[in-house]
Structures are given as structure tokens and as C-alpha cells.
């Protein structure tokens, strides 16, 4: 398979990404050489707001897309400095599909007009879930870069990105990646800010859902828990930094030292199927905060502790009885909470113990939370099977609620 290279933009929720991956082989020998990779976190921007500010999100992906464009071609030495005009067709064609996004119309024009027309075959953008502001700025910023370069569009669902971005691994070579063994069926988990759902995949592109979060997703929990405890979002590192902190304190106190900390309820653990619900474990800290009043540093790292040991009893609970449910070979968990150092050791520590005969794959720790390194890996595997392209002048739509199966 000749080499591919594909441009990748994600924009579903408060991170602007933009990478230049070089890709290669077929579904088993995939490699993917990460020739650029351009990220601006707004995370500490929406920290104000104590969660992400969809307008605000919109906003700032317009303002950072063409310099974060720049960065990953150059980056990648795929950018050709020149001096050139729009033709008065071109731009009245941009202006009318960056409508909304009058800044980024103008940054694209002077962007267009010193650069050339980069050698790559095309552009994978994030089409859905996410944020739909956020989505449509990253849709009309690829189906813009489609026209003047005249590329096909690959839209990608971002819960198959980070599915995709757990079965890859390092190699020897920097910042290449490729394709690791993957029994089929695969039972993806994808743990986000966004999501809490089971994927079933039989083969890359035939999914069918098999449970799913009711209300909150574990990313929300996390980032709501941390919230009731001082930490500013995005909360879930650090408070599953004071959580190690509850354990280890745990170790060395007798447990009295919990006096006045209840227990935190595993919400549907015992309720037979693979949906979640985590609403309650946030009720049921804030209740506790509210009840203590002022928390002590140490009641604090106790709280998180609990937390962090009931959502991954919930999460371990399900993961047996999904696998049971689907007969999987592969168990696959993507998202930003894949992260999470804590839910990882468990995961691990299953998998060595009570299923060695199957397959456990976590994401590499620059892989797991957004990135568009993720979306250009999908968008290639899509190629791979075929998928169908779009061309600038489909009306491709954003889509908040896009699933990964029919
Ligand atoms: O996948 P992601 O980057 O964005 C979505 O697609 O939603 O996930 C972001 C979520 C946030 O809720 C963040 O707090 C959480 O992932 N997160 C973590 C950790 N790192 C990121 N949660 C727990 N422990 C972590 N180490
Ligand atoms: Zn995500």
C-alpha cells in the first residue's frame, strides 16, 4: 500500500488539534508516522467557568486552527512558502463557508495566499460527538482546506479515534507508531469527558453498542468530584493525584482515622447490564462535603480515595460482565479517564488474574486524552476499508450526537 499522508483536525471539545501523519500498510501492518502534531490545550481558559464554555470553545478553535495548521506543515517540512492571491471566486467561496467564523476566514486567506498547496492525499476531521460549535468549526475549517487544495474529506466519529489509539503502539523509530495484534471481537470501552459507553466491534467498522452511561460520564464525575474538593477543571489528574495520596495515608493510619467518611455507593453494580450511572457517586460526595463542612487536607485525600475506588469497582464490575455478555477477544479502553493511573493498575491487575487468555490494550499516555494524532489513525483505517470520502462541496454537518454504530 503506497504511503498515505493525511492532514487530521479535531475540534469536539476544548482542545484545537491539527497533525500530519505519514500512514502505511494494510489493517494488520498499519504505521503511523506522526510528522506533526500541533495542540493548543484551552482547558485552563474554561477553568473559570468550572467546566467548558461551548461559545467560548467555538471561539477559540477559530482563533488557534491556521496557526496550529502552520505549525504541524512546517513541523512536518511539508510547507511551501510562496507569494500568491485568492482569485475573488475562492474567497467569496471561504467567506461563505466560514460565515460564522469571520476571523478564521481571514487568517485562512492570508495563510493561503503565502503558502502552496502542501503534498497530502487528505484531510481526516472529527465529524462527531462532541460539542457542536466546536464540531462545525473544525467541519468548515476542513471542508475550506478540501476546496483550496482540492482533497477528499475523511469524517471521523472521535469515540473510533480513541479506540484506534489504543490498539496502536510505540516503536523503536520516534514518533512512529503501528498496529498491534487484534483478535477480533473487540470490546472497546471508551472512558471520556464526553462518554461512558461499550463498544462492540466484530471488525473495523461493524460496531454495535452495548451499554452505556445514563447521565453523567465518568470524565464528568471525576471533573465534578474534583470540583466539590478545591481542584480547577479539567479536576481528573489531580484528584486522582490525592486520591494515591488517601491510599497511601490509608497505609500507615489505623482506620479509624475514616471516622465521619461514609462509604460511596457503586451506582447499578449490581443491576445486570453494561449501563452506568454516575450521578449519584457526585450526589453522594457532595452530600458528604456538605455534611463536613470545611474538609481537612486528609478528609479530603480519604474522599478521593473512595471516589476513585467506587467508580473502578463500577468499572471492573462491568468490564466482567460485558466481556461475558460478547464473548470478546480484545478489550480495548480509550478517552481522556484511560489516563487515569488508578483505573489502569486495576484493569491490568484483571486481566493478568482472571483473563490471561485475552487481551488488554491501553492507550499510550500522549494518545489518551483529545489529540488529532487519534483522528488521522481512524480516518486511515477508514480508508482502509473503504469508506466513503466527501468533497468540499457536500454539506457535511457536525454532528453532537454521532454514534459509532447504526
Ligand atoms: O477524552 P477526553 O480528553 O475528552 C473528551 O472526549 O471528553 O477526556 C477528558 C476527560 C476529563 O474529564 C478529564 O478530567 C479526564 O478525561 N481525565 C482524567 C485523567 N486525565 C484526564 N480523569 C481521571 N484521571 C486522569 N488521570
Ligand atoms: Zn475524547
Same mark, same amino acid.
Request: net charge negative.
Given at each position: 500500500?503506497?504511503?498515505?499522508?493525511?492532514?487530521?483536525?479535531?475540534?469536539?471539545?476544548?482542545?484545537?488539534?491539527?497533525?500530519?501523519?505519514?500512514?502505511?500498510?494494510?489493517?494488520?501492518?498499519?504505521?503511523?508516522?506522526?510528522?506533526?502534531?500541533?495542540?493548543?490545550?484551552?482547558?485552563?481558559?474554561?477553568?473559570?467557568?468550572?467546566?467548558? /464554555?461551548?461559545?467560548?470553545?467555538?471561539?477559540?478553535?477559530?482563533?488557534?486552527?491556521?496557526?496550529?495548521?502552520?505549525?504541524?506543515?512546517?513541523?512536518?517540512?511539508?510547507?511551501?512558502?510562496?507569494?500568491?492571491?485568492?482569485?475573488?471566486?475562492?474567497?467569496?467561496?471561504?467567506?461563505?463557508?466560514?460565515?460564522?467564523?469571520?476571523?478564521?476566514?481571514?487568517?485562512?486567506?492570508?495563510?493561503?495566499?503565502?503558502?502552496?498547496?502542501?503534498?497530502?492525499?487528505?484531510?481526516?476531521?472529527?465529524?462527531?460527538?462532541?460539542?457542536?460549535?466546536?464540531?462545525?468549526?473544525?467541519?468548515?475549517?476542513?471542508?475550506?482546506?478540501? /476546496?483550496?487544495?482540492?482533497?477528499?474529506?475523511?469524517?471521523?466519529?472521535?469515540?473510533?479515534?480513541?479506540?484506534?489509539?489504543?490498539?496502536?503502539?510505540?516503536?523503536?523509530?520516534?514518533?512512529?507508531?503501528?498496529?498491534?495484534?487484534?483478535?477480533?471481537?473487540?470490546?472497546?470501552?471508551?472512558?471520556?469527558?464526553?462518554?461512558?459507553?461499550?463498544?462492540?466491534?466484530?471488525?473495523?467498522?461493524?460496531?454495535?453498542?452495548?451499554?452505556?452511561?445514563?447521565?453523567?460520564?465518568?470524565?464528568?464525575?471525576?471533573?465534578?468530584?474534583?470540583?466539590?474538593?478545591?481542584?480547577?477543571?479539567?479536576?481528573?489528574?489531580?484528584?486522582?493525584?490525592?486520591?494515591?495520596?488517601?491510599?497511601?495515608?490509608?497505609?500507615?493510619?489505623?482506620?479509624?482515622?475514616?471516622?465521619?467518611?461514609?462509604?460511596?455507593?457503586?451506582?447499578?453494580?449490581?443491576?445486570?447490564?453494561?449501563?452506568?450511572?454516575?450521578?449519584?457517586?457526585?450526589?453522594?460526595?457532595?452530600?458528604?462535603?456538605?455534611?463536613?463542612?470545611?474538609?481537612?487536607?486528609?478528609?479530603?485525600?480519604?474522599?478521593?480515595?473512595?471516589?476513585?475506588?467506587?467508580?473502578?469497582?463500577?468499572?471492573?464490575?462491568?468490564?466482567?460482565?460485558?466481556?461475558?455478555?460478547?464473548?470478546?477477544?480484545?478489550?480495548?479502553?480509550?478517552?481522556?479517564?484511560?489516563?487515569?493511573? /488508578?483505573?489502569?493498575?486495576?484493569?491490568?491487575?484483571?486481566?493478568?488474574?482472571?483473563?490471561?487468555?485475552?487481551?488488554?490494550?491501553?492507550?499510550?499516555?500522549?494518545?489518551?486524552?483529545?489529540?488529532?494524532?487519534?483522528?488521522?489513525?481512524?480516518? /486511515?483505517?477508514?480508508?482502509?476499508?473503504?469508506?466513503?470520502?466527501?468533497?468540499?462541496?457536500?454539506?457535511?454537518?457536525?454532528?453532537?450526537?454521532?454514534?459509532?454504530?447504526?
Amino acid at each position: 500500500m503506497r504511503a498515505m499522508r493525511i492532514l487530521a483536525i479535531e475540534t469536539s471539545c476544548d482542545e484545537t488539534a491539527v497533525a500530519l501523519l505519514e500512514t502505511g500498510g494494510d489493517v494488520q501492518t498499519a504505521t503511523f508516522d506522526i510528522r506533526g502534531n500541533a495542540l493548543y490545550s484551552q482547558a485552563k481558559k474554561h477553568a473559570a467557568f468550572g467546566g467548558v /464554555y461551548p461559545s467560548l470553545a467555538k471561539r477559540e478553535h477559530a482563533a488557534n486552527l491556521v496557526p496550529l495548521l502552520d505549525g504541524a506543515l512546517n513541523e512536518a517540512h511539508l510547507s511551501i512558502p510562496t507569494t500568491q492571491t485568492l482569485s475573488e471566486e475562492q474567497k467569496e467561496y471561504l467567506e461563505k463557508l466560514l460565515e460564522r467564523e469571520p476571523e478564521l476566514y481571514s487568517a485562512l486567506v492570508r495563510f493561503a495566499e503565502a503558502n502552496d498547496t502542501p503534498k497530502i492525499d487528505a484531510i481526516a476531521v472529527t465529524q462527531g460527538p462532541g460539542l457542536e460549535p466546536a464540531l462545525w468549526v473544525g467541519v468548515n475549517f476542513a471542508r475550506s482546506l478540501a /476546496y483550496l487544495w482540492n482533497l477528499p474529506i475523511i469524517p471521523v466519529n472521535h469515540l473510533e479515534g480513541h479506540m484506534i489509539a489504543s490498539v496502536v503502539e510505540a516503536t523503536e523509530k520516534e514518533q512512529m507508531f503501528a498496529i498491534t495484534e487484534v483478535p477480533f471481537p473487540v470490546l472497546g470501552l471508551i472512558l471520556s469527558g464526553g462518554h461512558t459507553e461499550f463498544v462492540l466491534a466484530e471488525s473495523w467498522g461493524n460496531y454495535s453498542s452495548v451499554g452505556g452511561t445514563r447521565d453523567d460520564s465518568i470524565g464528568e464525575a471525576f471533573d465534578k468530584v474534583a470540583r466539590l474538593l478545591g481542584i480547577p477543571y479539567p479536576g481528573g489528574p489531580g484528584l486522582s493525584k490525592l486520591a494515591q495520596e488517601g491510599r497511601d495515608l490509608l497505609k500507615t493510619k489505623p482506620v479509624h482515622h475514616t471516622k465521619g467518611l461514609k462509604q460511596l455507593p457503586r451506582p447499578m453494580a449490581q443491576s445486570g447490564d453494561c449501563d452506568f450511572s454516575f450521578s449519584g457517586i457526585k450526589t453522594a460526595v457532595l452530600y458528604q462535603v456538605q455534611a463536613l463542612g470545611d474538609l481537612t487536607k486528609e478528609q479530603r485525600m480519604l474522599v478521593a480515595a473512595e471516589f476513585e475506588e467506587a467508580v473502578s469497582d463500577v468499572v471492573l464490575k462491568k468490564t466482567r460482565l460485558a466481556l461475558e455478555q460478547t464473548n470478546a477477544k480484545t478489550f480495548v479502553v480509550g478517552g481522556g479517564v484511560s489516563a487515569n493511573t /488508578y483505573i489502569r493498575k486495576r484493569l491490568e491487575k484483571l486481566f493478568s488474574e482472571e483473563y490471561a487468555d485475552l487481551t488488554l490494550r491501553l492507550p499510550d499516555a500522549s494518545l489518551s486524552t483529545d489529540n488529532a494524532v487519534m483522528i488521522g489513525m481512524a480516518g /486511515y483505517f477508514m480508508h482502509l476499508r473503504k469508506a466513503p470520502t466527501v468533497d468540499h462541496s457536500h454539506e457535511l454537518r457536525a454532528s453532537g450526537t454521532m454514534k459509532m454504530h447504526e
